[in-house]
């Protein structure tokens, strides 16, 4: 069974930097999909980015492109997204997600692709 667990969260003024970590466990196979995912109060669940396992291919919303990188770090079972020149609009609960395929483009921050789910971890960006 696939476990997530989110890290990094906080509180940082406009302009600064988080990174969030997402720890996974109970993986089989090679082909998963890691995405991350935001919600923040009274609006629905958006995709921010994802990463595939098979060719480390990346994908990101518009509103974070150029601000937000996904990586990976494959002995530690993690995956990573630092967070530069937030803004408070970036204000939300992030989870990490995962499922087992690969999804490429706009399909990996759908969030119905997606079956596991971490807890989430609250970013808040305010002065």
């Known amino acids: 069974q696939v476990q997530l667990v989110e890290s990094g969260g906080g509180l940082v003024q406009p302009g600064g930097s988080l990174r969030l970590s997402c720890a996974a466990s109970?993986?089989?196979?090679?082909?998963?999909?890691i995405g991350w995912f935001r919600q923040a109060p009274g609006k629905e669940r958006e995709g921010v980015s994802c990463i595939s396992s098979s060719v480390g291919s990346t994908y990101y919303a518009d509103s974070v492109k150029g601000r937000f990188t996904i990586y990976r770090d494959n002995a530690k079972n993690t995956v990573y997204l630092q967070m530069n020149s937030l803004k408070p609009e970036d204000t939300a609960v992030y989870y990490c997600?995962?499922?087992?395929?690969?999804?490429?483009?706009?399909?990996?921050?759908?969030?119905?692709?997606?079956?596991?789910w971490g807890q989430g971890t609250q970013v808040t960006v305010s002065s």
């Open positions: 109970g993986f089989t196979g090679t082909y998963y999909t």
């Open positions: 997600a995962a499922v087992r395929r690969v999804l490429l483009s706009r399909t990996c921050i759908l969030p119905e692709n997606y079956g596991s």
